[in-house]
């Protein structure tokens, strides 16, 4: 990487990961050529990014949407094309939903590497992902900074007792339940720590993006959920942690930012100055406290580990409720506390199948969504 450039493409780089993910290669240029950017709806910012970037393709799902010099593609179709191009070294994966799965698999398929920040690809699909990467040679480097510093922290997977996951513990981490469960939807959005998409925060504050955080690492790293604990770490310094069978803890440390996980997935094994703010400094942190997480407060958790260790698809029927139930709370529908209540019933009365294909997971999705629909209509009679 030091002598030539790395081709990198970025689904999604008109989000919250992917315009990070831009400012990074902005401080490191010179180490980086964009083969392809992409969007959903929004080619008014994916304009811009292509007059500045230049990339060989562009993908939106604005089938009028054009770039003069530029391979315009549309759609899933589009996403896939760009991920079976191997000029590409590395694809970062940063759409959020289950978009994310067909591209990131088509990409391991032709031997490309992945920086993953999509965490649906691995909550419906991580078996056969990881499976196919592992055959395929392929790197898959989280992006998520909980994931991002287990990678940090793993030398020997062989001897690894368990896997601490720190939680920010989002918004309600000191409101009562009826507080939470009844909140508005700015309240609910507004993280103490760190700035993401609309989707990912609802799922922080009531911490099922912990819990699929949980599904990811036992997918990425192979650890048993018996072997993953979550603890509540609100400064969010601490990125997570993994404790070896001889007692010894290596915890993985930095402040709040995405750009540095984001920046050691797209450039590992190397490291840069790049966009770090400013040097770390124990003294100015001062302290850092850990609690146990209240799993009556936020039973969604709980639902994660259940789902998780059923395995097979109940984790698909469980990501599909929850992503529709968070769209019914942001759209003014039911109320915060209404997520884990529509979730938990979708979750426990889905019949497991144990291996599923693709076609089956994407099924399965399909059918879980209309049926959360229909209860959400349905919630006043819960
Ligand atoms: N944000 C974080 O700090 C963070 C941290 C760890 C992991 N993650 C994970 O990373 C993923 C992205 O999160 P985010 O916060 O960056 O989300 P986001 O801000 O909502 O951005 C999502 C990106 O995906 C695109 N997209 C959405 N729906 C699409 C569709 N149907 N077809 C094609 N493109 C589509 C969006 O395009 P438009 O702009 O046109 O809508 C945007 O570029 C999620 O899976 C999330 O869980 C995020």
């Not at 080619?43 to 010099?69: A, H």
């Not at 997977?157 to 009562?176: C, D, E, Q």
């Not at 912990?210 to 990125?239: R, T």
């Not at 010894?248 to 050691?264: F, K, T």
């Amino acid at each position: 990487m030091t002598e030539n450039k790395r081709k990198i493409s970025i689904l999604g780089s008109t989000g919250s990961i992917g315009t990070q993910a831009l400012e990074v290669i902005d401080k490191i240029a010179d180490k980086f050529e964009i083969i392809a950017l992409t969007c959903g709806n929004n080619t008014d910012l994916l304009r811009k990014q292509c007059e500045k970037y230049k990339p060989k393709y562009v993908c939106s799902n604005d089938k009028n949407f054009k770039m003069n010099g530029i391979k315009t593609l549309h759609g899933d179709e589009g996403l896939e094309e760009i991920c079976s191009d191997r000029e590409n070294d590395i694809i970062l994966v940063a759409v959020s939903g289950k978009i994310g799965l067909k591209p990131t698999l088509r990409a391991i398929d032709n031997g490309i590497d992945i920086a993953l920040a999509n965490k649906e690809t691995l909550v419906m699909a991580g078996d056969i992902v990881m499976t196919k990467a592992r055959e395929k040679g392929v790197k898959i480097i989280p992006v998520d900074s909980e994931h991002c510093a287990i990678h940090q922290c793993i030398k020997d997977i062989k001897y690894v007792n368990k896997l601490i996951i720190t939680a920010s513990g989002g918004p309600f981490l000191h409101k009562t339940i009826d507080e939470m469960n009844n909140a508005t939807v700015e309240q609910a959005l507004c993280h103490p720590r760190w700035n993401m998409g609309k989707k990912i925060t609802i799922d922080s504050a009531t911490l099922m993006n912990k819990g699929l955080e949980v599904i990811e690492a036992h997918h990425l790293f192979g650890i048993n959920f018996d072997d993953i604990e979550v603890v509540v770490h609100p400064q969010s310094i601490v990125h997570s942690a993994i404790e070896y069978k001889d007692g010894s803890v290596i915890a993985q440390l930095g402040l709040p930012s995405m750009h540095i996980p984001i920046q050691y997935a797209i450039t590992y094994p190397e490291r840069f100055e790049g966009i770090k703010s400013k040097s770390f400094s124990f003294s100015e942190i001062a302290r850092l406290d850990f609690e146990k997480p209240d799993f009556n407060k936020f039973p969604t958790l709980k639902l994660a580990y259940y789902a998780g260790k059923l395995g097979g698809s109940a984790t698909v029927c469980m990501n599909a409720a929850n992503e529709e139930a968070v769209f019914a709370f942001l759209n003014g529908k039911i109320h915060l506390g209404d997520i884990y209540k529509i979730t938990s019933t979708m979750t426990k009365s889905h019949s497991v199948i144990k291996n599923p294909t693709i076609d089956e997971i994407f099924e399965i999705d399909k059918e879980i969504r209309i049926r959360t629909k229909e209860l959400i209509i349905n919630i006043d009679t819960m």
